[in-house]
């Protein structure tokens, strides 16, 4: 836990924070944390900050909470997911929260089974959790905005204009025609500050023609990490891996 992210609900009138739950747990027992011992906080959506321990016992932990005046800005990366099976998602939440994407778009597949939107994993008391033990991993604040969607095409055709505007589109794509380079493609984003890149990720097998051939109409362009076939939650996690890398290298600078 690199930064200990609170509730604005658990902050009192005087910017005293009283945690009795894992994190207390933590405080005292992996820091070994006594009063006025200063911890790296963070407000849950909001900024990060300091909490200095006022007070400390077997049962809670108090915190005096200063916050900086801007919170982080929101990761540039949104995710079109392919709903994977519920064991994959259930460990694939705090490992996309960690990397850092600022929505999550699940959605149906031709190779995607149908109970699979059944599980639990997708309740938001489920998954929320799991988000935030990844924000405390990478030291952020910003909760991915989660959408689930039973309908492949009304969602392309629809809803993503609305839902992700004016973002670079990638599609994931193991076809072996997938040739193209995702750094040339994300070079526009890479060269605006604040342009945003839109991933789609497909199930295990991939998108089948029709998914592929709508995505690449509605502007995504197709790429491939390989010949290696690679299980979806390893795929997500090297395809995130890459895009942020893309997007944070230095601009080349021009010849001449």
Not at 28 to 38: D, I, K, M, S, T
Not at 92 to 116: M, P
Not at 192 to 200: E, P, Q
Request: net charge neutral.
């Amino acid at each position: 836990m690199n930064l200990l992210l609170l509730d604005r609900t658990e902050i009192d009138a005087d910017n005293v924070a009283t945690i009795t739950d894992v994190r207390a747990r933590h405080i005292r027992q992996v820091l070994g944390a006594e009063p006025g011992r200063a911890l790296r906080i963070g407000l849950i959506d909001g900024p990060a900050g300091t909490g200095t321990v006022v007070a400390i016992d077997d049962r809670q932990v108090r915190l005096a909470c200063t916050f900086d005046e801007a919170r982080p800005p929101l990761p540039r990366v949104d995710l079109l997911l392919a709903l994977p099976r519920p064991k994959v998602l259930q460990r694939l939440w705090a490992q996309i929260a960690a990397l850092g994407v600022g929505r999550i778009l699940l959605t149906n597949a031709a190779r995607v089974e149908r109970h699979y939107f059944d599980t639990h994993v997708l309740d938001e008391a489920t998954y929320r959790p799991l988000l935030i033990e990844g924000l405390q991993q990478a030291r952020d604040t910003r909760v991915p905005r989660v959408s689930v969607h039973r309908q492949f095409r009304v969602l392309v055709e629809d809803d993503l204009d609305r839902l992700c505007p004016q973002a670079t589109r990638l599609l994931a794509d193991p076809a072996p025609d997938s040739s193209g380079d995702a750094c040339d493609a994300l070079e526009t984003a890479r060269t605006t500050s604040d342009a945003r890149v839109l991933l789609a990720a497909g199930p295990e097998g991939g998108w089948n023609d029709f998914e592929r051939r709508l995505l690449i109409s509605r502007g995504f362009q197709p790429f491939s990490l390989g010949p290696r076939t690679l299980r979806s939650d390893t795929a997500c996690i090297a395809l995130l891996t890459l895009v942020h890398a893309a997007l944070s290298s230095p601009r080349p600078r021009p010849r001449g």
